[in-house]
C-alpha cells in the first residue's frame, strides 16, 4: 500500500493524473501492470481481467490496483442511489482508490485529491469515514477463492502471452517489449 500511494503521489504531481496500475508482489519479485486506456466498460473490465489473469500466472502474494475515481459517500441515515453514477453526483469526491489484497483479506485506502484553483494537484486529503468493510466490483477480488494449480498458472500465462503481456514487461525490463 506504501508503495502504491508513493506511485499515486508521484503520477500526480509529474502528470497531474493516475495513471491506473496493478502492483504486485510475486515469489519472483514485483510485477507492474498499466493498461493502455480506462476509456469505457470494455477497457475497464479487460484490466480487472488482465490483473485477476497477472494474480494466478504469478502466484501473486499481494496486489494492489490504483485507480483515480469519482466518490458519492452517503451521509449518515441516507442510502446512495445505485441508479446514480459517482461522476454524475453533485457532491462527488475526485479520490484516488487504492484496493489491496493479499489471499483472504482486503484492505482499500482512498486519497481525496485536493487541487489548487486552478485545477492543478495540491495534495491529498485524509479520508473522513470510518473504513470500509468490504468493496465489490469490477475491481475487486482480485485472488481466485483457492490456490491455483500449476496448470491453471501455465493456463493464465499463455493466455496473458496472447494478449501481449509478457513477463519482461510486468518486471519492469523494458527491453523485453
Known amino acids: 500500500m506504501t508503495r502504491a500511494e508513493g506511485y499515486a503521489d508521484f503520477s500526480m504531481r509529474q502528470i497531474g493524473r493516475v495513471p491506473p496500475a496493478l502492483l504486485a508482489k510475486s515469489p519472483d519479485g514485483l510485477l507492474q501492470f498499466t493498461p493502455n486506456s480506462l476509456a469505457d466498460e470494455r477497457a475497464k473490465n479487460h484490466f480487472a481481467n488482465t490483473a485477476r489473469l497477472i494474480c494466478v500466472a504469478y502466484s501473486?502474494?499481494?496486489?494492489?490496483?490504483?485507480v483515480e475515481s469519482w466518490m458519492k459517500i452517503a451521509k449518515p441515515g441516507e442510502s446512495i442511489d445505485p441508479t446514480e453514477p459517482p461522476s454524475?453526483?453533485?457532491?462527488?469526491q475526485e479520490v484516488v482508490a487504492l484496493m489491496g489484497e493479499v489471499r483472504g483479506q482486503q484492505r482499500q485506502k482512498f486519497l481525496p485529491i485536493i487541487r489548487t484553483d486552478a485545477g492543478g494537484f495540491f495534495g491529498f486529503g485524509d479520508f473522513e469515514v470510518p473504513e470500509v468493510d468490504e468493496i465489490q466490483g469490477r475491481f475487486a477480488q482480485?485472488?481466485?477463492p483457492k490456490q491455483p494449480?500449476?496448470?491453471?498458472?501455465?493456463?493464465?500465462?499463455?493466455?496473458?502471452?496472447?494478449?501481449g503481456v509478457i513477463e519482461q514487461s510486468l518486471r519492469g525490463d523494458w527491453q523485453g517489449n
Open 88 to 92: 454524475e453526483a453533485f457532491d462527488r
Open 149 to 163: 494449480s500449476g496448470d491453471a498458472r501455465q493456463l493464465a500465462r499463455t493466455m496473458l502471452k496472447v494478449m
Open 142 to 144: 482480485l485472488f481466485p
Open 60 to 66: 501473486v502474494t499481494a496486489a494492489v490496483l490504483v
